[in-house]
């Protein structure tokens, strides 16, 4: 059975600073692993998808990157800002009807 | 502009009812999935459906049904079977293919009365 872990569960950081969000799984079966982020009662919003034959995708600020052979992911954010404070989950995708998804890193952005 | 609609927002239920929670969308999704989230929790698949008149049960597919008679709609009932249907329930489509990405609406929160 796919497990996916998120590792820290929350994290602090003042304003400015560069972090990375981790994201790891024990079954490297995949098809792809999104990472999303989810404002407080709100949905889930798609911030990058990669792969399961890419290494990282970038969009702006964030750069995700994907090792399947160790079961990891990473979230790069750069240049952290307070509007970047949000819960933020990997997703990995195991055939076209099933995602697993991990529970999740609550990012707090101190300005 | 494209999307995914859940309606209501919020919604209760009685001891013994049956709610109905709906999810529409215009991206012309083959796909479309239902989960529930718990507080501090990841999101748990209870049903998914790749196609029209065709649907699969999830991880948690117990006390729940769905119906797919519409590309657009997917719409999900909470029966009485379900005896903790407290949670925030979350709808998404995605295109056919298994390389595609997943977007989701904004969520249903149900609680008991």
């Known amino acids: 059975k796919q497990e996916v872990t998120q590792i820290p569960a929350a994290l602090s950081v003042p304003e400015g600073e560069n972090l990375v969000l981790n994201c790891s799984f024990t079954d490297s079966a995949i098809y ?13 919003t798609s911030l990058l998808l990669i792969q399961s034959s890419q290494r990282e995708q970038t969009s702006g600020r964030l750069n995700a990157s994907l090792d399947k052979s160790s079961g990891r992911s990473t979230l ?28 999740g890193t609550t990012l707090t952005v101190k300005p | 502009d494209g999307g995914i609609t859940q309606s209501p927002k919020y919604l209760f239920r009685k001891e013994g009812q049956n709610v ?9 999704h083959d796909a479309m999935y239902w989960y529930r989230q718990d507080p501090g929790q990841g999101l748990r698949l209870i049903y998914y459906s790749q196609i029209v008149n065709d649907f699969q049960k999830g991880d948690i597919a117990e006390g729940y049904s769905v119906s797919r008679e519409k590309k657009e709609s997917f719409p999900l009932t ?25 977007h989701f609406g904004d969520g249903t929160r149900l609680s008991i009365l």
């Open chain 1, 32 to 44: 792809n692993l999104q990472w999303f982020r989810q404002d407080p009662g709100k949905g889930l």
């Open chain 1, 76 to 103: 790069y954010i750069a240049a952290s800002q307070p509007g970047d404070s949000a819960t933020y989950l990997c997703a990995v995708r195991l055939n076209a009807g099933k995602s697993t998804f991990g529970d």
């Open chain 2, 20 to 28: 109905t929670l709906s999810c529409e969308q215009n991206l012309n």
């Open chain 2, 78 to 102: 909470v029966t009485s079977a379900q005896k903790n249907p407290t949670a925030f329930y979350l709808c998404a489509s995605s295109g056919r293919e298994v390389n595609q990405p997943q």
